[in-house]
């Protein structure tokens, strides 16, 4: 079965620091994308940062980056220099041909 | 611009009644996606449409039906039959491009069922 776990259920964190989300998948594919969302308190899905499994480099999008360990299945997220916007649910997905499969999510708090 | 439309944002119905959740893009996406999220659970699919005049059944089927008639439309009937139906319904949609993967989503429907 393909699966996402996202194993911290809750995070806090101050302003201005930096905080590692993690995940870990399943599966038996050698072609698929990850991806995180964010859900802010609107519950609007937003894209955050995408990474294609045939890449070695790891996806930067300003301020969050991944580390990806394809033979460990790890695809981790890391938001450098926290802001208050960033509070929110993240939710780690990973895309096989058209069908996406997400984690429970991390709520995340990012405190003043 | 170009988007996902779902209405309305807040829906409330009687306990036996049928409701149908309106979802429209003008992505031009081949592939559309109905959603559940509720508390603690993340989302979980519940139908979804690679082309018109076709769907398939997600995780969680039972209670709910699509019809597919248009491109860009993928309304989400959700019947009496669903035991639990309150929660957050969110629709989304897909092209499998190289490079240019990913689910865009709508705003979401919350649905209340008393």
């Known amino acids: 079965a393909q699966t996402v776990t996202q194993s911290q259920p809750e995070m806090s964190v101050q302003e201005a620091e930096t905080v590692t989300l993690s995940c870990t998948y399943d599966?038996?594919?050698?072609?698929?994308?990850l991806f995180w969302y964010k859900q802010p308190p609107s519950r609007q899905m937003i894209l955050v940062i995408r990474q294609e499994a045939y890449k070695q480099q790891n996806a930067t999008e300003n301020r969050f980056s991944v580390n990806f360990q394809k033979a460990a299945k790890s695809f981790s997220l890391k938001i450098s220099d926290s802001q208050l916007g960033d509070t929110a649910m993240y939710f780690c997905a990973f895309m096989i041909r058209d069908k996406i499969i997400f984690g429970k999510g991390t709520r995340l708090h990012i405190l003043p | 611009d170009g988007g996902i439309t779902q209405s309305p944002k807040y829906l409330f119905r009687k306990e036996g009644q049928n409701v149908t959740l309106s979802c429209e893009q003008n992505?031009?996406?081949?592939?559309m996606y109905w959603y559940r999220q509720d508390p603690g659970q993340g989302l979980r699919l519940i139908y979804y449409?690679?082309?018109?005049?076709?769907?398939q059944k997600g995780d969680i089927a039972e209670g709910y039906s699509v019809s597919r008639e248009k491109k860009e439309s993928f309304p989400l009937t959700v019947t009496s039959a669903q035991k639990n139906p309150t929660a957050f319904y969110l629709c989304a949609s897909s092209i499998w491009l190289a490079g240019q993967n990913e689910q865009y989503f709508g705003p979401g429907t919350r649905l209340t069922v008393t």
């Open positions: 992505l031009n996406h081949d592939a």
């Open positions: 449409s690679q082309i018109v005049n076709d769907f």
């Open positions: 599966t038996s594919e050698s072609n698929y994308y």
